[in-house]
């Protein structure tokens, strides 16, 4: 399994931009789908972004298209989700997720591994 950590979140206002950072720990980083998930009060944890295994190919919802970018480097054991324009319903903490599809995947229950989690608060 791996291990994860987030960071970069915090308090902003609409319009600006954040940079959330997921370090792994373990030799097979390369190897997983990588993900970011949020949860708003609430609310059920969403899908937000999914890279494969190579960074190559990704997937971002509908709800932040646009706006969000996932990328990994497989070398710094790293993932990001740069989040640009930033809106109030954007408010939630995030997570990063990896599975062992390598291809990554929007269900939440394909992801077997979990970071701790970096609030995000967008006020008006």
């Known amino acids: 399994q791996v291990q994860l950590v987030e960071s970069g979140g915090g308090s902003v206002q609409a319009g600006d931009s954040l940079r959330l950072s997921c370090a792994a720990s373990?030799?097979?980083?390369?190897?997983?789908?990588m993900g970011w998930f949020r949860q708003a009060p609430g609310k059920d944890r969403e899908f937000i972004a999914a890279?494969?295994?190579?960074?190559?190919?990704?997937a971002v919802a509908d709800s932040v298209k646009g706006r969000f970018t996932i990328s990994r480097n497989n070398a710094g054991n790293t993932l990001w989700l740069q989040m640009n324009s930033l809106k109030p319903e954007d408010t939630a903490v995030y997570y990063c997720a990896a599975t062992r599809y390598s291809k990554g995947s929007r269900d939440v229950s394909e992801y077997g591994s979990w970071g701790q989690g970096t609030q995000v608060t967008v006020s008006s």
């Open positions: 890279v494969d295994f190579s960074g190559r190919n990704s």
């Open positions: 373990g030799r097979l980083f390369s190897s997983y789908g």
